[in-house]
């Protein structure tokens, strides 16, 4: 126990000095920061994580539950340069269809028959950082448009609201269903696909 305390209080130090040292886009993720190997494909998921963090662009991650991907998420917000900000993780598949919307955008008051106050959504809290959307195949055609519309203006209205409300958000998304076959069925839109699958990261 000792030696893991100083060995914790040793890695402090030095990502405190790392941190001060180096800009945010000079950042590389720890191995302990994802996943632990030293296969060829996790080399190039590093690889790619280098690249993709400092940027904006929206990430799609892929993957069977279990291999990792909210890990690969928070370590792509934690080496960009909105690491500093907010994380917001919201399941679209743990969420009842009915409550997703208010959940994601929120809503003003009297806007239903519960809505004694204003409500801020995840979008508003995730501002000037990074929102995490874990099985985006699960999203419900309707708010797959809103989705969209956030995409392409960086604004969204609120339940009940006549006016929009501007974020800054940078998305990540994962997925355990092939996309490609939803876009096909017509389960999930094509224009929503192109717009969250910018940089791909696969992961076996």
Request: net charge neutral; with cysteine.
């Amino acid at each position: 126990l000792r030696l893991r305390v100083e060995r914790a209080l040793r890695d402090g130090a030095a990502e405190k000095k790392r941190k001060d040292t180096n800009p945010p886009e000079q950042r590389r993720p720890r191995k302990s920061d994802v996943v632990i190997g030293g296969s060829s494909w996790i080399k190039e998921l590093y690889e790619r994580i280098s690249m993709v963090a400092p940027t904006d662009v929206t990430v799609s991650i892929t993957g069977e539950s279990g291999t990792g991907k909210e890990l690969v998420a928070r370590t792509i917000h934690n080496l960009s340069t909105r690491y500093e900000q907010p994380f917001v993780v919201v399941n679209c598949g743990a969420i009842p269809e009915a409550l997703l919307e208010d959940e994601l955008f929120g809503h003003v008051r009297g806007a239903f028959t519960d809505a004694s106050k204003d409500r801020e959504g995840l979008f508003s809290a995730a501002n000037t950082g990074t929102l995490f959307l874990d099985e985006i195949g699960e999203l419900p055609l309707s708010l797959q448009v809103k989705l969209l519309r956030v995409l392409q203006s960086q604004e969204f209205r609120r339940i009940g609201d006549d006016r929009d409300i501007s974020v800054d958000v940078r998305l990540l998304t994962a997925t355990n269903k092939d996309l490609d076959k939803a876009v096909a069925s017509g389960a999930f839109r094509q224009d929503l696909f192109y717009r969250i699958n910018v940089f791909p990261l696969a992961l076996p």
